[in-house]
């Protein structure tokens, strides 16, 4: 009896009725820190602030919205009062107006905030927060009809089932739109939006100038073509009422949502619960310096380093507190302002110009042909008051005028292909004039202290050859022995002359080639950005440097002084297997070498995850990453993201990691993964080796029908049982059929959805030395599912 009463008062207590609210209904009012939350429990509405005290990122302002509250780190995904911030919280609150409409009132000044705006014709109005994130204002007594809804006014963000694009009928135009700053919740400077002019695609536009700065690709009727990876991931539907995106849900216990960020980077966030933390699943564009006029005018932007943005020398930025709240649209501006046009002009000092190497060149350049010789254009850019740069070479005379936007610092892999381009920048002589004051005094300085330092030098120039002689007697014993070497940097310059040859360049720095003493010659890796780099350089030495395989390149020593960090590799002359199999110049691989080089990786990576004392994961397998040596053996080289595990566990818990192409589908659901990830990247590598060109080519916008996902292709024609015209017609037809067919066998297996399906490396390896027959794979979903959207959603 007591038990049954207690189990009454449990399950009709006030406070378990509370804490199910998920409407607000005419007469109740929501304020303060009162919060409505789905009925799943997975959303939540109410007033929030950024920010917390400690942190530098607090906004003093209030706003309502619609925040995700399975996690606990504040991901807001909608924002009500965007341009009307809330200074003083106790006086506003939510609630029905006596015309129907949700409303935030100031209930002191009997003012309003914000109203959703639509012509009711009933006071009986109901707001529901869907289990979907979505707060649905409806008429309570029919419940079908749906009067306003939070996902036709999308914010920054995009939730699954929610959409983006147009409404035929109503015009409605459903856009994502970047926040002012990391705070600030007002409307900023880029949108994701359906291409106006009708093009079955989406892009990203900056809206001051309109500028498109990425695009999507065109919708094939499977994926968009720019970015086939994520074809699983959304779908396009044009009917007789609609045109739009959406991303459908995948699995109710997923978390994830759609953002485009201030910095004008399209994100897709993925909730990871082992780690407790949002993993990045997806970023377009790649790179932060190709989003539209980020850094703002007079600056220089840089992938490579953090921040990207960087004013131009002689310009200070504009406004250092929207710089650290991560606006920096606003840009620099001059120390100076210009002579000649500030200053009576019979009076005033020329201006000069200042000289930037290296760079892309701003848009909206003007050229003027008829200019024969660089002085003519720098007079040219002189007369001009609004004239702030030119540029002279091959192509003629260039002059920007007003705002420089868009400069980015090129990087080495751009250098090798173009020329270098200089940028002369318009400053005023004042500053030019300042400049060499500084210099001369620095000279003045330099000569003063050089005649003191001579004396000393003497001295320690005969200390130094000492110390020489001795460290390359060291290096010569060590190089006979297992460990490896700790290189002073002074020793890799003089080894690499300077670092003046320049094998090549990744994300994370570049190579030079040298020679040791013993002239071992080495391949020397530079890494960049101390921070950045400092994680990759500690990865990269605790895994090969302990490891030794012939499948896997070879550490020799490394150095790390100060804020540089350098690995000591053996030198390999017969670059990377992408150059290969990719670029017609070189050395053409003939099947019989490209087997060996399919068995040799997977030999290095069966090594790596089954032979060493401590697991390895080398998360980042694709075909840049395996060198070749004088007898095409191949090496797995660049450990920076690799990742430990021990033994005795089977699943690791990282962030994600890799390149695009090449990344197993378990990255995006966010589960642990395991060595399979790196089974998957074989997979997709085994199947460029087969076909000699790239599985997602970027640039393919016009894709014809018959121009499927390369991936799909081999699995569709496995099944048919006609594997023959998948192989790269370079070859001729000098292949072994039955290894072909093995080979995609083997792929297709590798790239199975579910990593358990996958074999292991040591399985690969058996397979490719045919000690075990491969059967017949079947076809992996993620691929059935880029292909196959249901037709009735293409033409409707
Ligand atoms: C709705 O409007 C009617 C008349 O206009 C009024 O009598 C009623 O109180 C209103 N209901 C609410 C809940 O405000
Ligand atoms: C402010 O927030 C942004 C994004 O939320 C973050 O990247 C940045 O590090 C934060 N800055 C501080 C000082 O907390
Ligand atoms: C609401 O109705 C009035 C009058 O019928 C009309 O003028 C107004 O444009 C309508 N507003 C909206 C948002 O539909
Ligand atoms: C949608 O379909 C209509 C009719 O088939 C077509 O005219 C229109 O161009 C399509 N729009 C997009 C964005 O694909
Ligand atoms: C300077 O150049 C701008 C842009 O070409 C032009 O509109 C303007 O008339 C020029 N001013 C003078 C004084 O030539």
Redesign the pocket.
């Known amino acids: 009896m007591l038990l049954v009463l207690l189990l009454f008062v449990l399950i009709f207590s006030p406070l378990h009725a509370a804490s199910a609210r998920d409407t607000i209904s005419?007469?109740e009012t929501l304020g303060g820190s009162d919060v409505i939350v789905s009925s799943n429990g997975k959303y939540a509405l109410g007033f929030f602030k950024i920010g917390s005290e400690s942190s530098g990122n607090t906004s003093n302002y209030w706003y309502l919205g619609i925040w995700i509250n399975r996690v606990p780190t504040m991901t807001t995904v909608w924002v009500a009062n965007e341009d009307a911030p809330i200074a003083d919280l106790t006086t506003a609150v939510l609630t029905i107006s006596?015309d129907g409409n949700l409303v935030v009132l100031n209930h002191v000044s009997k003012s309003i905030i914000w109203t959703t705006q639509v012509n009711v014709t009933t006071?009986?109005t109901v707001a529901t927060l869907s289990d979907g994130g979505n707060l649905i204002l409806q008429k309570s007594l029919d419940l079908t009809d749906v009067l306003w809804q939070s996902f036709d006014h999308p914010t920054n963000s995009l939730l699954p089932g929610a959409k983006l694009g147009r409404d035929k009928v109503t015009g409605l135009n459903r856009r994502l739109v970047s926040r002012k700053n990391w705070v600030d919740q007002a409307p900023g400077a880029y949108s994701l939006e359906l291409d106006p002019t009708g093009a079955a695609q989406f892009i990203l536009v900056e809206l001051n100038s309109g500028v498109t700065y990425w695009s999507s690709g065109v919708w094939n009727g499977r994926f968009f073509n720019s970015i086939p990876d994520m074809g699983a991931y959304s779908e396009f539907v044009n009917n007789s009422r609609e045109v739009y995106l959406t991303t459908p849900f995948q699995d109710v216990t997923m978390v994830m949502h759609l953002s485009l960020e201030v910095s004008g980077q399209l994100k897709a966030y993925v909730w990871y619960e082992q780690l407790q933390d949002w993993v990045t699943s997806a970023v377009q564009p790649k790179s932060q310096c190709d989003v539209y006029a980020i850094c703002g005018p007079y600056t220089i932007c840089n992938d490579n380093v953090i921040p990207s943005c960087n004013c131009m020398k002689g310009f200070s930025i504009k406004s250092l507190k929207d710089w650290e709240l991560g606006d920096r649209t606003g840009g620099c501006i001059r120390n100076k302002p210009l002579d000649y046009c500030s200053n009576n002009k019979a009076t005033g000092s020329r201006d000069g110009f200042y000289n930037i190497p290296c760079f892309r060149l701003p848009q909206n350049a003007q050229s003027t042909t008829v200019i024969a010789s660089e002085g003519e254009c720098a007079q040219a850019c002189l007369s001009n008051c609004s004239c702030t740069a030119y540029s002279f070479g091959d192509y003629g005379c260039y002059v920007w005028h007003d705002e420089l936007l868009n400069v980015k610092q090129q990087q080495y892999s751009d250098l090798t292909s173009t020329k270098v381009e200089f940028l002369k920048v318009r400053l005023a002589a004042k500053e030019l004039n300042s400049w060499e004051n500084h210099r001369r005094e620095m000279l003045v300085w330099v000569v003063t202290s050089a005649t003191v330092a001579l004396f000393g030098l003497v001295l320690l120039l005969i200390i130094w050859r000492n110390r020489k002689i001795q460290y390359f007697r060291k290096f010569n014993g060590v190089q006979g022995g297992n460990g490896i070497v700790a290189f002073r940097y002074i020793d890799l310059k003089h080894a690499t002359k300077s670092f003046s040859i320049k094998l090549g360049s990744g994300g994370f720095g570049s190579v030079y080639k040298g020679f040791l003493a013993d002239s071992t010659a080495i391949a020397v890796k530079m890494l960049d950005g101390f921070r950045q780099g400092e994680k990759q350089f500690r990865a990269e030495v605790s895994s090969i440097g302990i490891i030794h395989h012939v499948n896997l390149v070879k550490l020799i020593g490394f150095c790390c002084e100060g804020n540089k960090r350098l690995l000591v590799y053996e030198y390999l002359p017969y670059h990377s297997l992408d150059v290969h199999l990719f670029q017609r110049s070189v050395t053409f691989l003939n099947w019989k070498t490209r087997y060996q080089v399919a068995l040799g990786v997977a030999r290095g990576l069966a090594y790596l995850h089954e032979s060493c004392r401590e697991c390895i994961i080398h998360c980042d397998i694709k075909p840049q990453n395996i060198l070749l040596d004088a007898s095409f053996t191949p090496k797995i080289a660049d450990f920076g993201m690799a990742k430990f595990m021990q033994r005795d566990s089977s699943r690791a818990l990282t962030t994600m990691r890799g390149t695009i192409g090449y990344l197993a589908p378990e990255w995006l659901s966010g589960v642990a993964i395991t060595t399979k990830i790196d089974v998957y990247s074989y997979g997709m590598v085994l199947l460029e080796i087969i076909s000699g060109r790239r599985n997602t080519s970027e640039q393919c916008t016009s894709c014809a029908d018959n121009d499927v996902y390369f991936p799909l292709q081999v699995a569709n024609n496995l099944l048919k049982g006609d594997v023959q015209v998948l192989v790269d017609p370079k070859l001729c037809g000098d292949f072994s059929l039955e290894e072909v067919e093995r080979v995609c066998k083997i792929a297709c297996w590798c790239i199975q959805d579910k990593d358990s399906d996958r074999p292991a490396m040591g399985e690969v390896v058996q397979f490719l030395d045919g000690l075990r027959e491969v059967d017949v794979p079947p076809l992996p979903k993620i691929l059935q599912a880029v292909a196959g959207s249901p037709p009735l959603l293409n033409n409707m």
């Open positions: 005419p007469g006596l006071n009986n």
